[in-house]
């Protein structure tokens, strides 16, 4: 088995930065055809033009996974993207907004939420019944260390991952028996554009790890690339921790 992507269409959502951008050079770099999403337009473009450059297939398609007409018209366009068919699709796209529960705004709880589990839900619904009519096809969704492990200040963000692992089991036992393959990745502490605003809080967070130190976006990738490929054919309503050992101690 290989991780070999040619003739296959990938729909990685975030992938404009951070852990989704890496996602998407690993695909390309494998053979896949890439369909990255993200709300800045300039720096989706800026991506794709990389990933051809590096003699990959992409396209970007802008979409707002706040607003489930978006999440909708997204999938529709990665479908006539990829000739009629998505083979892969990687939920990596997330908000996080941490602090106090009793601060915590009540437009930001819905947006987590809207974000966070209500788009993949809706990407899941609108993808995999096709991938399940093709009789193959692979989900990999991106959840975090803190669905796990009770952290004050994440009670928004870690409780709508936890609902994605539910999910990644769910939608295991729904499509499984059609060959479509779902998993996730679980992520310890990771340095992104979006973690940047943590600042030494980071690498504190880390401290806590066996490894002790943070990840990056290409190990984290790594983990969602083996996955989604055929060399993890019978890993199947699974979670990989990529998390520096946190879930040992």
Partial sequence: MTQDFAGRTALVTGGNSGIGRSVATQLAARGAHVVISGRDVARGQDVVAQLRAAGGTADFVQADLAELDSVRSLAKQAIELGGGHVDVLVNNAGIFPFGPTAEVADTDFDAVYA??????????????????ARGSGAIVNVTTVVAYVGMSGMAAYGSSKAA????????AAEF???????????????????????????????????????????????????LASDAASLIHGAT????????AV
């Fill in 164 to 171: 994605v692992e539910l999910l990644t089991r769910s939608w």
């Fill in 115 to 132: 974000v966070n589990v209500r788009a993949p839900f809706y990407l899941v619904a609108e993808l995999a019944p096709l991938m399940a």
């Fill in 240 to 247: 990989l921790p990529i998390d520096g050992g946190r879930l």
């Fill in 176 to 226: 499984g028996a059609a060959g479509v393959r779902v998993n996730a990745v679980s992520p310890g502490p990771t340095r992104t554009e979006g973690t940047a605003v943590m600042g030494e809080g980071l690498d504190n967070l880390a401290s806590t790890t066996p490894l002790r130190r943070v990840g990056t976006p290409d190990e984290i990738a790594a983990g969602i690339v083996f």
